[in-house]
T-cell receptor
Framework: GQNIDQPTEMTATEGAIVQINCTYQ??????LFWYQQHAGEAPTFLSY????GLEEKGRFSSFLSRSKGYSYLLLKELQMKDSASYLC??????????FGAGTTVTVRA | IAGITQAPTSQILAAGRRMTLRCTQD?????MYWYRQDLGLGLRLIHY???????GKGEVPDGYSVSRANTDDFPLTLASAVPSQTSVYFC?????????????FGPGTRLTVL
């Protein structure tokens, strides 16, 4: 089975930085994904990590430590449109994705 | 069309009725998936298909069935709906089931079983 934990909610100010942590315990590991989901919409892909380290993509960065079962998503220069849920998902040994419950980020002016 | 579509957008269904949720993708992806999303539980995999002609069970398959007769279509059937199947259902596809291939999600079907 898979166990994926992330905080339920976070609030930050426009222009600030927010870090969303994700810890996991899985049977095998074949990569970690982050998705963004706006209210009432479908999830959309943000990032993929399979090796330890930081992957940067514009204002968003994702970090992975396989030995610690830990990842974080860093959102920089927050904008109002970044208010959404952020889903951590782990591809286990069976190549299926298991999702965390998601972290709702609210950006305030 | 471009991408992945689902129908209907929403549906209210009486308990005990049969219902098929439709999913079509035009990206020629090999792998397709059905998830349900419930508040506080996140996305849970119902069934998947790694390639046309094959299907497999996910985390919560009971009460659901799927078929994959061709590459593009992956319908999900509730044989006899129950209130606990009230949820938002997302279909997704990916080029393959491995590597860095991301999953693309359809817009979802909001299903209410009364």
């Amino acid at each position: 089975g898979q166990n994926i934990d992330q905080p339920t909610e976070m609030t930050a100010t426009e222009g600030a930085i927010v870090q969303i942590n994700c810890t996991y315990q899985t049977s095998g590991f074949n990569g970690l994904f982050w998705y963004q989901q706006h209210a009432g919409e479908a999830p959309t892909f943000l990032s993929y990590n399979v090796l330890d380290g930081l992957e940067e993509k514009g204002r968003f960065s994702s970090f992975l430590s396989r030995s610690k079962g830990y990842s974080y998503l860093l959102l920089k220069e927050l904008q109002m449109k970044d208010s959404a849920s952020y889903l951590c998902a782990v591809r286990g040994g069976d190549y299926k994705l298991s999702f965390g419950a998601g972290t709702t980020v609210t950006v305030r002016a | 069309i471009a991408g992945i579509t689902q129908a209907p957008t929403s549906q209210i269904l009486a308990a005990g009725r049969r219902m098929t949720l439709r999913c079509t993708q035009d990206m020629r992806h090999n792998a397709m998936y059905w998830y349900r999303q419930d508040l506080g539980l996140g996305l849970r995999l119902i069934h998947y298909s790694n390639t046309a002609g094959t299907t497999g069970k996910g985390e919560v398959p009971d009460g659901y069935s799927v078929s994959r007769a061709n590459t593009d279509d992956f319908p999900l059937t509730l044989a006899s709906a129950v209130p606990s199947q009230t949820s938002v259902y997302f279909c997704a596809s990916s080029e393959t089931s491995g590597g860095s291939d991301e999953q693309f999600f359809g817009p979802g079907t909001r299903l209410t079983v009364l």
